[in-house]
C-alpha cells in the first residue's frame, strides 16, 4: 500500500500542470491513465471531447489511438505463434504462394517478423493507400510495384503497409478476420469493452472525441479519416480505461486476472530490440540509443528501458509508455493532430514517479518548435540573406495540354483537371492544388501531409505531354513515382472553351 501511496503522492498537482500545458499547445481535449503495479492510480479527462458543444472528455471518451494499434497486431500474431498455427520466421510467400514484391530477394524471403520490425526495405508509400477505396487484397497485390530505396532488412524504416500484410497474414492462419482476431483474443480477455476497430462505429458511440487540426493557432474540426483497408498499421480506437487494462497486461508478463493472453516469453521478444531505430526527437538530447521491437520502440530513460509507441491519424496523437522494471505505464489519448503533448505529459509523469530530476520538457519543446518557424535567418551583419530563385522559363504549351488521367501501377490514377485557369490534381478521392514553377515543372500541394513537392512533366516523340514524375516520398534514396499519361486530354473540354488555356 505504500508504494501506492507514494506514486499518487507523486502526482500532487498534475491536474494544474496538464491543463497548464494544454492550452500552451493549444489541445482541445486530452486523457492520461497511470498505472503503478498493477494498480490503476490516475485516470482522468480534460478539456473538450466536443468544442462546439462544450462537451467534456471523461475517462470514457473514444480516441482514435493510430499508429499504437500496431501493438496489438504483433500481439496477434504472437498469439497465434504461441499456439503453432503461425511461425514468425517462416517466408510468407510459403502461406501466399502469389505473394510478390518488387524486390525478388524479398519476395522469397520476407518473414511476418520482418514486416513487425520494419526492415521490408520499402520507404513508407502512405500516399498510394491513403483515403484510397482498395482493398486489402488490392493492396497487397500492388506491392510488387512499389519499390525499395534500401535492402531488404539492412535497415529500419516505418512501413504501415507491411502491418496490414501482417494482419492480413493473421487472417490467413486464423480463418477469421484481422479484427475478430483481436476483439476475441485481446479485447475480450482484457475487458477492453468500449473498444472497437472503425471511427464509423466511433461516431455511433455517446463519448467520442471529435478531431481537431490547428489553423491560425485556433483548433478547428476536421471530418473523421475511415482507414479501416489499413486497419492493422492503425484504425483502432479506445478510451484510457480500456488502455490501462493493455498497459497493466503489458507489464505483468502477459498475464491479466490470472489468465495467460499469451506467453512470456513471447511477450518479452515483442518487447525485446530486433532493429536499431530513429529516436523519439523529444528525448534525442537524453538518449543515444534506440530500437523496435514488434510494434514496440524501446528506448532507455532514466537508467530504465522505456518501451512505447505513438499514434498519429487525422485529428488525433496517442502516446502509450511503460517502463517495466519500475512496473509504471502512462497513456495519454488528445484529439489534436500531431501534437506532442502526448509524450511530453508521458515523460513528466514518469519524471515525477521515478523520482530526482524533473525535466521541462514542454518549455523546451516549445523552444525547438519556435526556432523551426523562424525562416529567414540574418547575417552576422544583420542583414538578411537575399531571396535567390531559379529563373522562371514561361510555359510553352497551354495548361489544357496537361489535363488527362495518368497511372503508376503501384500508385493507381491521378487525374489533372483545369478548373478556373489552375491545374489541379485529383487521387485517391483527394484533390491538390498544381502550381506553375518554371517549364514543363510544377508545384504539388498535399494538404492533408501539409507538404509540397515537384512536378515535372514531360513530352512524348510527338511534342505530347505524355507523363509526370513526382517526388511522393521523403525518405532518402526514394526514387520518384512516375505516372504515364492513358488517355488523351479533351481539346474541347469546358475548361477550353471558357477560354481558359493559358498559365503564368
Sequence with gaps: MSELLTGMESLNGIHTYIKEQMKAWKVPGLSVAVVKNHEIIMMEGYGHRNIDQGLPVTSETIFAIGSSTKAFTALAAGILADEGKLDLDKPVKEYFPTFKMFDAFATERITIRDMLCHRSGLPRHDLMWYNSALTREEIIHRLQYLEPNEDFRAKWQYQNIMYMVAGYLVEYVSDSSWEEVVQNRIFTPLGMTSSQFSVDQTQLQHDFAMPYILLEEQAKPIPFRNIDTIGPAGSINSNIKDMAHWVKFQINHGIYDDQHIVSKEMLQAIHSPHMVCDMTEINQNQTN???????????????????????????????????????????????????????????????????????????????????????????????????????????????LHFTGAYEHPGYGKMVVELDEGELRATFNSMQFPLTHVSDLQFELYIAVFNIKTSVTFQLGSNGHVCQFSTMLLFEPGTREIEFVRIENNNERSHSFQRGEMHGS
Aim: glycine share 10%.
Design 289 to 399: 540509443m534506440a530500437s523496435y521491437g514488434l510494434g514496440w520502440a524501446i528506448e532507455p530513460y532514466r537508467g530504465s528501458r522505456m518501451v512505447y509507441h505513438g499514434g498519429n491519424i487525422d485529428g488525433f496523437t496517442a502516446h502509450v509508455a511503460f517502463i517495466p522494471a519500475e512496473q509504471i505505464g502512462v497513456v495519454v489519448l488528445s484529439n489534436l493532430n500531431g501534437t506532442p503533448l502526448p509524450v511530453l505529459i508521458a515523460n513528466h509523469i514518469f519524471d515525477r514517479m521515478l523520482g530526482g530530476e524533473v525535466e521541462d520538457w514542454s518549455a523546451q519543446a516549445l523552444e525547438k518548435m519556435k526556432a523551426s518557424e523562424v525562416e529567414i535567418k540574418p547575417t552576422a551583419e544583420g542583414e538578411t540573406l537575399p531571396d535567390v530563385k531559379a529563373p522562371v522559363i514561361p510555359l510553352t504549351l497551354s495548361l
